[in-house]
Structure formats: structure tokens, C-alpha cells
């Protein structure tokens, strides 16, 4: 019989509760025992521990957030890494450490994983810019949120004949941008990966409106640049030295008003995209990454990341997730520009 450890850890995402689940429930069908580590590392730099039973994740598939807490710690960062670590891990006879995150997360992982420790890791973001894996759980919630978010404004900005800038979350990549435009039918959408001259911007707005249509969606992602004369002081950074983002859709929305004369209205949708019950493909996806992730652990498989590649649910090595962050492709973006007009 063999010790299951979890933990999800960094921001939290819509589906970590179903992963958990799918962890608990596979494991404990075939005779093992799990053992929950609150608030990510944290938890396990100060064993912070509960036990995982059936009976405990009965009812929480549909659950926003996580039902063992998180937080943006680091055993490297606030820590001496797997020494600091150890004592939790052998007081609970944890024999593989399933950790549920994204890739600061994941870098944690797997240098635990190279000082020795037995780790198995589930990617996890909205974002979905994780490298080694087609998808994450939780990118189609925060899409159809924010696309809900953006029929509405949609409306509001037809019957006063403004132009809107929508940011959205992502980081430093636009996949939650790219999707969310091309499903709220944005006008123009902006993301990180992508250069833009806001001139450019400002007349396809123009022409659009010439023709008739006096408003206008513009979806930004949170990660872009902005416009020149625009800049956004005192940003901040979090725990892993990620910068923390949110604002840059004001820039934007000034330069166009400026160079248009359009009445522009902002909306930054924020924490709202993370929030609520994951939509059904995202329990689907969670559900079979955590059942496979216990029976990789089971199987003692170690260092590897639990993945999506086409349709199928895979291992991958670790190291995969950690080679870098992924960018929209720009055969996605170029299909987007299609409905920019
Ligand atoms: O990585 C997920 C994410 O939601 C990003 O899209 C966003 O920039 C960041 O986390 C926000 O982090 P926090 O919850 O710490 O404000």
C-alpha cells in the first residue's frame, strides 16, 4: 500500500477540486491512502497535513477553488527545498507527492524531484501556457466566462455607441485574449506575443464605425504592451517575482479615445475568470488528470507531467513543463485578424 501526497499550489483555477477528486478517488479504489497538504508549499514546508478519504471529496466536482487551499510559497524561495520539506514528508510516509500547479509551481516540483523526492505534476493555470501539454484545465471556464462578460458589454456598448476595452487575464501570453475574441466576435484583440500600433488599431475602429457600426469590442490581455505615452507605473511583482498584472486596457482605451474621439469605456474582468463552477469539458479534463496521476504514482512513475496530447492523457517528463512558456500560434491570431473589421 503506498502514501499519496497533493497539493495544488500558486493561483487557484477552476477544475482543482475534480482533480483532487480523481486523485482521491483512484487511489483509495485500489487500497492506498492520501494524505491532503494545506495551502501548497507551505503546507508541506510546516506540515500542515489532513487525510484524503472518499468520503472527503464527495460533492465538490462542481467546487470553485480548492478544498485544500493555496498559496504563492516556495520551498526554495521561503525554504532550504527538500530538507525543509523532509520532515512532513516522512512524518506522513508520503511516497509520491502529486502537485497540482502551474510553472512556478512546477520548477518547485521538479527540483525536489532532482534532490530525489518521488513527483508527479498536473498542470494547472487558466492561463493554458503551460509547455508539454495541449491544454489546461480551468482555460475553458475563464474563455467562457469572459466571452459571457463580453456578449453583455457587447449590448451596453451597441445602445450607447461607445467603444469597450475588455482586459483579460493570461499573463504574459494571449490565449485567454485570442479565445475570448474570437468567441465574443471582438473587433480587435490584442495579446503579448503580437506587436500592434495602436494607429492601426484606432482606424479599423474608424472604418468600422464609418460603415455604420458605432461600437466596437476591444479584447486585450492583460500582458501586452501599452501603447507608447501609456505606461503603467508601479507595477508590482508576487512571490515566484512574476509581475502582477492588471490596468494596461486604461492605456489602451485612453490612446484610442484620443486618436478617434469615440466615447470608450473600460472593463477589466479580473478574478472573476478564476471563480465559480468549472464549465463540463473542464471536469472532464480534471477528472481524467487526476485518476491518471494516482495511477502513474501507483505505477511509481516519478519526475513526469501529467498531460494532454490530442485526445489522449499522457506522461511527459517534467522538465518538458519548465522549458518555457507557450505562445498563441500565429496561425490562431492570423484566423483572428479575419473578423478584425
Ligand atoms: O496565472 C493565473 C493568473 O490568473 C494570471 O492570469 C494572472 O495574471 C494572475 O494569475 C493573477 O494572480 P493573483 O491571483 O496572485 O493576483
Not at 71 to 85: A, K, N, Q
Not at 156 to 172: F, Q, S
Request: with cysteine; proline share 4%; net charge negative.
Amino acid at each position: 500500500m503506498a502514501v499519496i501526497g497533493v497539493l495544488t499550489a500558486g493561483g487557484d483555477c477552476p477544475g482543482l477540486n475534480a482533480v483532487i477528486r480523481g486523485v482521491v478517488s483512484r487511489s483509495v479504489a485500489n487500497g492506498n491512502t492520501v494524505v491532503g497538504v494545506l495551502n501548497g508549499w507551505e503546507g508541506l514546508m510546516h506540515d500542515h497535513t489532513v487525510p484524503l478519504t472518499r468520503d472527503s471529496v464527495r460533492g465538490i466536482l462542481g467546487r470553485g477553488g480548492t478544498i485544500l487551499g493555496t498559496s504563492r510559497m516556495d520551498p526554495y524561495l521561503h525554504g532550504e527545498g527538500l530538507s525543509t520539506c523532509s520532515p512532513t514528508l516522512s512524518r506522513n510516509g508520503i511516497d509520491t507527492l502529486i502537485v497540482i500547479g502551474g510553472d512556478g509551481t512546477l520548477r518547485a516540483a521538479q527540483r525536489l524531484g532532482d534532490e530525489g523526492l518521488s513527483v508527479i505534476g498536473i498542470p494547472k493555470t487558466i492561463d493554458n501556457d503551460i509547455c508539454g501539454t495541449d491544454m489546461t484545465f480551468g482555460f475553458t471556464t475563464a474563455v467562457q466566462i469572459a466571452t459571457d462578460a463580453v456578449d453583455r458589454l457587447a449590448t451596453t456598448a451597441e445602445a450607447h455607441n461607445r467603444v469597450i476595452v475588455v482586459e483579460v487575464m493570461g499573463r504574459t501570453k494571449g490565449w485567454i485574449a485570442t479565445h475570448t475574441g474570437v468567441a465574443g466576435g471582438a473587433d480587435y484583440i490584442l495579446i503579448p506575443e503580437q506587436p500592434y500600433d495602436i494607429n492601426h488599431v484606432a482606424n479599423v475602429l474608424r472604418k468600422r464605425h464609418s460603415q455604420g457600426h458605432k461600437y466596437s469590442i476591444v479584447v486585450v490581455a492583460e500582458g501586452v504592451t501599452p501603447p507608447p505615452g501609456y505606461e503603467l507605473d508601479d507595477v508590482k511583482t508576487d512571490t515566484f517575482g512574476f509581475e502582477r498584472l492588471g490596468g494596461v486596457a486604461y492605456g489602451v482605451a485612453a490612446a484610442l479615445e484620443k486618436i478617434t474621439n469615440f466615447e470608450t469605456r473600460v472593463s477589466v474582468l479580473g478574478h472573476i475568470q478564476r471563480g465559480g463552477t468549472p464549465v463540463a469539458s473542464d471536469r472532464v479534463l480534471a477528472s481524467r488528470l487526476g485518476v491518471a496521476g494516482a495511477d502513474y504514482a501507483l505505477e511509481g512513475m516519478t519526475d513526469i507531467l501529467v498531460a494532454v496530447k490530442g485526445t489522449d492523457i499522457v506522461s511527459v517528463p517534467l522538465s518538458e513543463a519548465t522549458s518555457g512558456i507557450k505562445d498563441v500560434p500565429d496561425e490562431l491570431y492570423d484566423m483572428a485578424q479575419t473578423f478584425f473589421d
